[in-house]
């Protein structure tokens, strides 16, 4: 039987379409696969960039910074995404045994998934989905170093109000508990110095304010700015709150003085009666005078100012005199036996520490804003370059170690913490003065059986996983010990690791 041409030209038409069926779904499989192939290596260099990265800034993933990273880099390494790409970043603990030492890590991973609309979808002819997903992880480890080549500045921040006077145990109250464990490691830290001296302590005891010794002189600090006046009252009557001399009131004007000058004029000894306002203000109108109200504080002149010494205004200060002379304050001021230890290396200036007693109200901005100020004043003595640069090799810390909230102000601190937003408060201020050295500044706070890690000025200044609670006696020097080896530990060593790590 013969077909006609025309119909065995049919025939092979036929046969053509049902080939092209496959050529083309082969040339469509081909292209889109060999574009989904690249899209997916791609994503693994934007997994293993973003692990990296996040992993060598080491950050607990609070506020998402992890999170904003790795979608950055996955964003920048891969063009076409069709949705914002889905991550999850995650971070574990650990440690590896290298021969017999054991060294700590900090892994995290980083699983990216994207989707992308395809080029070439039909129904009838072999292709990709019109959406497709791709996935890829990577894994990074971080191995901190102790910087044992590294010399250290320390700023003990502690705190001497009379809470500190009651019992940690039935044999030890927590004031000398805290000095024995302050002495004990500084001891130990000094005396690795060599014969140039290269570690150094500092020490800033703190109740309401801090206390200073200038030429000679032991004076009651305070490192606040404060308002002119305050709303409701009179300017013309009343003086500024830095002017007003309180070097002089505080030691020769008591409350029954003041008292009367504010009935009579005749009174006032020497006092001018717009000082007496503004000291009958700052009194609140009762006989238990305490420095610093949070009504007077200018929180926004504090933070600007945070690394001017206050100790110009001479008038801020009055002298601080053991159990005398202080007789328009309370008592809870700066009437104990304790005072600021600048910047040392020789272990026998600690010593002082001995002697101290503990009492009064609580201020811990006061020794924090001090503190800092004693590791900007250390660091200006470096002049030259070489000198700077050595510097900035230096680990700078400082502890703040406390037994309880603010008394009896409890607004100061965290309003100079939180002004302008945490990024830009007391606390970080501080940090970013020092930023340009080879290790942050190190900031820690440890609560002296007392639970630090729930207050939110604590949180917001330090971060949460720098805050430790001690409970037990014997521990408080572990805790410190561990705060210090924390603090020496450097940016360490990234690696990657192969993706199938756990």
């Not at 203000?281 to 006989?287: C, G, Y």
Request: aromatic share 10%; hydrophobic share 35%.
């Amino acid at each position: 039987m013969r077909f006609s041409r025309a119909k065995q030209q049919g025939t092979a038409a036929i046969f053509l379409v049902f080939l092209l069926v496959p050529l083309f779904g082969a040339v469509f499989l081909a292209l889109e696969g060999t574009r989904y192939i690249q899209k997916q290596n791609r994503l693994a260099d934007a997994s293993e960039a973003a692990a990296l990265a996040i992993t060598m800034a080491h950050r607990e993933n609070k506020t998402g910074y992890e999170q904003d990273l790795a979608t950055k880099y996955v964003q920048s390494y891969i063009r076409g995404i069709k949705d914002v790409p889905v991550l999850a970043v995650t971070v574990k603990k650990g440690e590896d045994i290298v021969g017999k030492v054991r060294k700590p890590f900090y892994q995290y991973n980083v699983d990216a998934k994207t989707t992308h609309k395809s080029w070439f979808t039909s129904l009838l002819i072999p292709s990709f989905s019109s959406v497709e997903s791709i996935v890829n992880k990577a894994i990074a480890r971080n191995y901190p170093e102790i910087a044992g080549d590294k010399y250290v500045d320390i700023v003990f921040v502690s705190d001497f109000s009379g809470s500190m006077n009651q019992s940690w145990d039935r044999s030890n109250r927590k004031i000398d508990v805290l000095k024995n464990a302050v002495l004990k490691i500084g001891q130990q830290i000094l005396a690795e110095n060599d014969d140039k001296g290269k570690n150094r302590i500092g020490f800033v005891p703190f109740n309401m304010r801090v206390q200073r010794y200038v030429n000679g002189k032991k004076l009651c600090v305070t490192q606040l700015r404060y308002k002119d006046f305050i709303s409701g009252n009179n300017s013309a009557n009343y003086t500024p709150y830095e002017d007003v001399n309180w070097t002089r009131q505080v030691s020769s004007l008591t409350y029954q003085m003041f008292s009367n000058c504010w009935r009579d004029s005749r009174y006032c000894r020497g006092v001018t009666q717009n000082d007496l306002r503004t000291i009958y203000s700052v009194a609140n109108k009762t006989q238990y005078i305490h420095p610093d109200p949070y009504k007077y504080v200018d929180v926004a002149k504090t933070v600007n100012n945070v690394f001017v010494d206050k100790i110009s205004n001479i008038k801020l200060h009055p002298e601080a005199n053991y159990y005398s002379r202080n007789k328009l304050w309370s008592q809870y001021s700066c009437n104990s036996a304790f005072h600021t230890i600048p910047m040392t290396e020789n272990i026998n200036k600690l010593n002082a520490i001995k002697g101290m007693k503990a009492f009064g109200g609580t201020s811990v901005y006061q020794g924090v804003i001090q503190g800092a100020q004693l590791l900007q004043q250390e660091r200006n003595k470096y002049v030259t370059p070489k000198e700077k640069e050595a510097y900035k090799n230096r680990i700078k810390m400082l502890l703040i170690l406390s037994d309880g909230v603010e008394s009896p102000y409890t607004q100061t601190f965290k309003s100079l913490v939180d002004y302008g937003g945490v990024s830009k408060g007391l606390c970080q201020k501080i940090k970013d003065e020092f930023s340009d050295g080879d290790v942050p500044l190190y900031m820690a706070v440890l609560g002296i059986k007392f639970d630090a890690s729930r207050q939110q000025a604590f949180q917001h200044c330090v971060g949460s996983e720098n805050i430790v609670d001690v409970k037990n006696v014997d521990d408080l020097i572990i805790k410190i010990k561990d705060m210090i080896k924390k603090g020496t530990q450097t940016e360490g060593i990234t690696k990657l690791h192969y993706r199938h790590l756990n």
